[in-house]
T-cell receptor, first 115, second 113 residues
């Protein structure tokens, strides 16, 4: 069965510092991979996605992620964090099956940005 | 283009009651899926509907049900509410529900007292 692991529950970074959020997945084939962000009391906004092709994908708000098949990872990065980036970040794996399609989410990483 | 709309935004119910949540997908989207979000369990898939048919179902009891109408709008129903059903219920839509990105609504926050 597919699964997603986000090892870091909380991360604190200083504004202007670089950021890397980790995501590991377990899936038999090449999955669809996503990063979503959620602000308090809000729904999820898609940051970026990987389906195939170039393993380094660019997203919105200056985020990027790299798919590494050998490590089963899809880590999210940003070179310089802004205070407005403080939020909950979710990595997700999407998979089609005979019964349909669903996203399997990690537990999330809460990002705190300090001045 | 309007986003995914969920109503109501907040709900307070008592144990044993039932509740119906509504979701209007983005125009043209035919796949609607539902997710439950709780602090302990995170985001969990409930079910997905496509062209008025339930196509996929997560591991939830039969108290959780849903349906989709011909205009792709969807409702989910929870009967005999339990305290543990308190959660943020998120609806997401996509064109075909076959791997493309999902667009999420802001959710309905359900509190069961």
């Amino acid at each position: 069965a597919q699964s997603v692991t986000q090892p870091d529950i909380h991360i604190t970074v200083s504004e202007g510092a670089s950021l890397e959020l980790r995501c590991n997945y377990s899936y038999g084939a090449t999955p669809y991979l996503f990063w979503y962000v959620q602000s308090p009391g809000q729904g999820l906004q898609l940051l970026l996605k990987y389906f195939s092709g170039d393993t380094l994908v660019q997203g919105i708000k200056g985020f990027e992620a790299e798919f590494k098949r050998s490590q089963s990872s899809f880590n999210l990065r940003k070179p310089s964090v802004h205070w407005s980036d403080a939020a909950e970040y979710f990595c997700a794996v999407g998979a089609n099956s005979n019964s349909g399609y669903a996203l399997n989410f990690g537990k999330g990483t809460s990002l705190l940005v300090t001045p | 283009k309007a986003g995914v709309t969920q109503t109501p935004r907040y709900l307070i119910k008592t144990r044993g009651q039932q509740v119906t949540l509504s979701c209007s997908p983005i125009s043209g989207h035919r796949s609607v899926s539902w997710y439950q979000q709780t602090p302990g369990q995170g985001l969990q898939f409930l079910f997905e509907y496509f062209s008025e048919t339930q196509r996929n179902k997560g591991n939830f009891p039969g108290r959780f049900s849903g349906r989709q109408f011909s205009n792709s709008r969807s409702e989910m129903n929870v009967s005999t509410l339990e305290l543990g059903d308190s959660a943020l219920y998120l609806c997401a839509s996509s064109f075909e529900g076959r791997g493309e990105k999902l667009f999420f609504g802001s959710g309905t926050q359900l509190s069961v007292l």
